[in-house]
């Protein structure tokens, strides 16, 4: 089992749509990270996150670090919010170290 | 804005080549890494590096090595490409010190084919 897990896998909407991605993890972590990769593969950081709740434009990201659990919301979703989005947490194992483990990302299409 | 480079944004090699990856940063980071991605699976750490000269293991080092002989630079090197390393290759880089020290800034990646 991965020790980060993203779901849905996949996800289409209609442009205006509320969309939510969840992030589960089963290691103590220091931080978690909500990344996006649009095609052709550039990474960009959307927020780092080590409690409570990020607002961003119309991206909110929450972590319940009780339950282990970080949710992606897309208010008013836009074509070209099309891309993988990517869940990584730094684990407390990895002090000093800088090592992320990524979930294996969540495509989203949204359709005008 | 931090950048990270990568030298090819697409590659195409013959089984038992020897492949040059480079990854060049100019924030003056000290941790630098080399990823590959798959399909399924995810990003998996290949190899790290905290300094000049250091490197570490990652998850999946068997095939690969790297070389950092100047701080901005993070080369990653398969001795004798093989069809199974078919794949996305992203470096990053991160600072040790400051405000955003768990944050890694991602190249736009490398599209290996071994063929």
């Known amino acids: 089992k991965n020790e980060v897990e993203q779901s849905p896998q996949n996800l289409t909407a209609q442009e205006g749509e509320f969309i939510t991605i969840n992030c589960s993890y089963s290691?103590?972590?220091?931080?978690l990270h909500w990344l996006q990769q649009h095609p052709g593969g550039g990474i960009v950081s959307l927020f780092m996150?080590?409690?409570g709740k990020k607002k961003h434009g119309r991206l909110i990201a929450t972590i319940n670090i009780q339950e282990k659990h970080s949710s992606l919301h897309i208010t008013a979703s836009h074509p070209r919010d099309s891309a993988v989005y990517i869940c990584?947490?730094?684990?407390?194992?990895?002090?000093?170290?800088?090592?992320?483990?990524f979930g294996t990302g969540t495509r989203l299409q949204v359709f005008p | 804005d931090v950048k990270v480079t990568q030298s090819s944004r697409y590659l195409v090699k013959r089984t038992g080549e020897k492949v040059f990856l480079e990854c060049v940063q100019d924030?003056?980071?000290?941790?630098m890494f080399w990823y590959r991605q798959d399909p399924g699976l995810g990003l998996r750490l290949i190899y790290f590096?905290?300094?000049?000269?250091?490197?570490e293991k990652g998850d999946i080092p068997e095939g690969y090595s790297v070389s950092r002989e100047k701080k901005e630079r993070f080369s990653l090197i398969l001795e004798s490409a093989s069809t199974n390393q078919t794949s996305m290759y992203l470096c990053?880089?991160?600072?040790?010190?400051?405000?955003?020290?768990?944050?890694?800034?991602f190249g736009p990646g490398t599209r290996l084919t071994v063929l």
């Open positions: 990053a880089s991160s600072p040790s010190w400051g405000g955003d020290t768990d944050t890694q800034y």
């Open positions: 290691v103590g972590i220091s931080a």
């Open positions: 996150l080590s409690s």
């Open positions: 990584a947490v730094l684990s407390l194992r990895s002090y000093n170290t800088d090592k992320l483990i």
């Open positions: 924030m003056d980071h000290e941790n």
């Open positions: 590096s905290y300094d000049v000269k250091m490197k």
